[in-house]
């Protein structure tokens, strides 16, 4: 079946950028997204790609997909305290029936 | 590693009926659980919170009466949408959450409600 990769834990230090990766095993996946968790707060959608894209920029997130590799990645620029959160990388297939959600990568921002 | 299973993964049903989605988790204690909603293209929207035992806590906009949540055991959590209408078509995700700080997802259902 589906899968869907993350570390779970990223340590970086403010004002640096920030990189999160995943890897996803179903090669029919139609979009890809990232969700950001903060702490007792929902999921709150940060951003999505469509998979004929290879990249997509909104401000401070820049959104990177190697469909050969099945590699997503998030890059947050100018990573604030703010940030501190868990980010999931989620894919749907082309059938729609659901998303496939990683487990999640703790951003953790050292002073 | 920790396997959350939801079903159906899909549903249709007559409006006015009853639907009831079930998630288990296979080989961790779930001390919290989540059940989200989401319409096409749009962020998964929290709609309630339980911890075992306790009643669930929903979010504002909500409706507890017509949303049933039941988390009776460490293992299994249940939604009922009760009184289906079609505007409660949707997909409808469960997570849940052990004594560390990770969050596991359930595949999700997708509710038609015709």
């Known amino acids: 079946g589906e899968d869907v990769e993350q570390s779970l834990f990223l340590s970086v230090r403010e004002g640096d950028s920030s990189v999160i990766n995943c890897t996803y095993t179903d090669s029919s996946s139609t979009y890809l997204y990232w969700y950001k968790q903060e702490p007792g707060a929902g999921l709150q959608l940060l951003t999505y790609?469509?998979?004929?894209?290879d990249m997509k920029q909104d401000q401070r997130l820049t959104v990177l997909l190697n469909k050969k590799d099945k590699h997503l990645s998030l890059r947050i620029a100018d990573t604030q305290t703010g940030d501190s959160a868990i980010y999931f990388c989620?894919?749907?297939?082309?059938?729609?029936?659901?998303?496939?959600f990683g487990k999640g990568t703790h951003l953790i921002i050292q002073p | 590693g920790a396997v959350v299973s939801q079903h159906p993964s899909r549903v249709i049903c007559k409006s006015g009926t009853s639907v009831k989605i079930e998630c288990r988790s296979l080989d961790f204690q779930a001390t919290t659980m989540f059940w989200y909603r989401q319409f096409p293209k749009q962020s998964l929207m929290l709609m309630a919170t339980s911890n075992e035992g306790s009643k669930a806590t929903y979010e504002q906009g909500v409706e507890k009466d017509k949303f049933l949540i039941n988390h009776a055991s460490l293992t299994l959590s249940t939604l009922t949408v009760t009184s289906a209408h079609p505007e409660d078509s949707s997909f409808y995700i469960c997570s849940e959450k052990g004594r560390g700080t990770e969050a596991f997802f359930g595949q999700g259902t997708r509710l038609t409600v015709v």
């Open positions: 989620a894919e749907m297939t082309g059938g729609a029936d659901g998303l496939t």
């Open positions: 790609i469509f998979s004929n894209m």
